[in-house]
């Protein structure tokens, strides 16, 4: 700010000088001021230029710092945020918010905090300056100054609406093409191409059209705001010439006027724009903040205790669950035995990864309660019942990272020897020595260079390698080959063996073993037992076994 102060000041220092240069030395042809004010001129340039720098430099430390500080909170708080959140917030908003909402706030900082601090005070010398060298000459220019800036305004709200219409059109462009580019297959095989590149089309003339609008506005600016500049120039000279002809001035008195005057446009050029900037940076500062100011609801208990067991049973006692107001499970009871198997079979939106998600409570149930071990696990800390718990999900979680750091994501200080022996039990092993670089195989986004069952052997060798004593399986196996499957089953048999375990499965041939099996329809348990005494029964599961059994 101080520099600034003087950025300002030396502005009007300069226009102030011209005074004496055309009276002392062009007219009065002074032999010392000759060199005295060149010297003073030079002097004066170079305390501008200094602290030019410095208010320059400081304006985009400060606003980039406060740009990555609140990256930083954002993220932290995203991060943080419940399982909710992200099923309803889209992934491509939350990274355009992310990124430029926050540049924008950037923008909005460095310019009207900061700039308009400048510009303010450089107004303020260079008036100060005209008043000093005529005041009369200064009132008569400052009544006509709003006729020349009302043009400035004009052109600022046009741009400002042609900014937002071209942000909204390039939204629905990247929308466009991130889905015609990762849906290719489905665009190819129902040979859509066409339909695409029409609606690509018609969006990228759109935001063309908003462009030139733009375009149009800034290069009927400059030449309308010179012609202005020039009546008000003519009006200048003549009153003024009067003035100096009547002696009532000094010509450097006019001319140092003049430069001030002339000096006056950037800065009320940038002050008119604020109002545009502030706008839009309010736009992105509420929005941000919205986002920092959203509560996670689902947070440790101050009282919470930390959960340390080796073996652990589940109990759920009575829950109802919804997903805002639909309920979909209603008065479920169901208790897990320590180190036994538990199945969920049941049709698809029964309610069985809801059930799943209510242990590692990415989800809360509206009513009743789920105990570990006999604990209400909203009385512990979230991190120590986490770390209790293994998953091995429907929609496989692979990183852009190496093989090694994917398994080892469960298990930061886990040696090379572990995550080999992971590997090796998920039957994994065998497929990543055959990659090129092994272990060290960065997988690409996606890791689309693997393939489905691949994929899934990765994470089942990561939950391995994580040794918690509750495993949650939800559809783990179910893009594996029937040979893989086999592997992977013996695997997860040993891996299961003293842990207690909750498994979702479509494919029976996958449950039979369990201890008990529970068959699912709307949220509810409508048959209970073990394989033989299901099958005895003859209900749906021995139904659903049959099909099964005859495809
Ligand atoms: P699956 O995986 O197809 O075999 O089906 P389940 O048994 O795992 O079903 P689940 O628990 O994912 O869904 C149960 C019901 O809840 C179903 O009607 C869809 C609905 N649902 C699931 N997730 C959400 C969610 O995040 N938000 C809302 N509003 N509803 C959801
Ligand atoms: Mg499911």
């Known amino acids: 700010m101080i520099a600034m102060v003087i950025v300002a000041l030396t ?48 304006m985009e430390y400060t606003g980039q710092r406060i740009v990555a500080d609140l990256q930083i909170d954002l993220y932290d708080h995203i991060v943080m945020q419940d399982a909710e959140f992200f099923a ?45 060298q005529d005041w009369k000459l200064a009132l008569m220019s400052l009544t006509i100054f709003p006729i020349a800036v009302y043009p400035i305004v004009r052109f600022g709200k046009n741009m400002r609406r042609y900014a937002v219409g071209q942000q909204e059109e390039m939204g629905s462009l990247s929308a466009i093409l991130k889905e015609s580019f990762s849906y290719n297959r489905q665009v190819k095989i129902y ?19 908003l462009m030139v609008k733009a375009a149009k506005v800034r290069a009927l600016s400059s030449p309308v705001m010179e012609l202005l500049g020039g009546f008000s120039m003519a009006f200048i000279i003549i009153y003024g010439g009067t003035r100096v002809m009547d002696g009532i001035i000094t010509t450097g008195a006019f001319f140092s006027f003049l430069t001030a005057l002339m000096s006056l446009y950037r800065p009320i050029k940038g002050l008119a724009n604020i109002n545009n900037v502030l706008q839009e940076g309010l736009a992105s500062a509420q929005r941000t903040f919205e986002m920092i100011d959203k509560k996670a609801q689902i947070i440790d208990k ?32 169901l208790t897990i035995p320590q180190g036994k198997t538990v199945a969920l079979v049941g049709s698809s939106g029964a309610g069985k990864t809801t059930i799943l998600n209510m242990i590692a409570r990415f989800f809360d149930p509206k009513k009743g309660s789920v105990n570990i071990s ?22 496989i979680a692979v990183f852009d990272d190496t093989v090694y750091n994917n398994i080892a994501y469960s298990k930061q200080n886990a040696s090379k ?50 040794n918690a004593p509750i495993l949650l399986l939800d559809e783990a196996t179910s ?73």
């Open 374 to 395: 006999g604990v209400d696990i909203k009385t512990v800390t979230l991190k120590s019942l986490r770390e209790h718990i293994a998953l091995v999900t429907q929609d």
């Open 417 to 466: 020897e572990e995550v080999i022996k992971a590997a090796k039990a998920a039957a994994a092993d065998e497929f990543i020595i055959e990659l090129e670089k092994g272990y060290e195989t960065r997988l690409g986004e996606d890791g689309n260079t693997l393939s489905g069952g691949q994929k899934q052997r990765i994470a089942i060798a990561r939950a391995i390698l994580k």
């Open 302 to 333: 101050k009282s919470a205790k930390q959960l340390k067991l080796k073996q652990a049973d589940i109990e759920f006692k009575n829950i109802t669950f919804a997903y805002e107001d639909e309920v979909v499970i209603k008065d479920f009871n």
């Open 191 to 209: 040979t859509m191409e066409n339909y695409e590149i029409d609606r690509a089309t018609k969006s990228i003339n759109n935001v063309f059209k």
């Open 479 to 551: 893009s594996l080959d029937t040979e893989s499957e086999q592997q992977v089953q013996k695997a997860l048999k040993t891996l299961m063996k003293g842990r207690t375990t909750l498994v979702v499965a479509h494919r029976l041939s996958t449950v039979v073993n369990a201890d008990i099996i529970c068959v699912m329809k709307k949220g509810e348990i409508v048959e209970q037992g073990n394989h033989k005494e299901l099958m005895a029964k003859k209900g749906i599961y021995h139904n659903l076994y049959k099909i099964q059994e005859a495809l």
């Open 88 to 132: 309803k917030n889209n992934t491509g908003s939350l990274t355009s918010r992310f990124l430029f909402d926050l540049h924008r706030l950037k923008q909005a900082i460095s310019q009207t905090i900061t700039g308009s601090l400048r510009d303010l005070t450089t107004v303020i010398g260079l008036v100060a300056v005209m008043f000093i």
């Open 11 to 58: 502005t009007a220092v300069i226009a102030y000088l011209v005074k004496p240069i055309l009276d002392e030395i062009f007219i009065n042809k002074n032999q010392t001021l000759l060199y005295v004010i060149p010297i003073i001129l030079v002097v004066v340039y170079i305390i501008k230029g200094i602290a030019g720098y410095i208010q320059s430099y400081f």
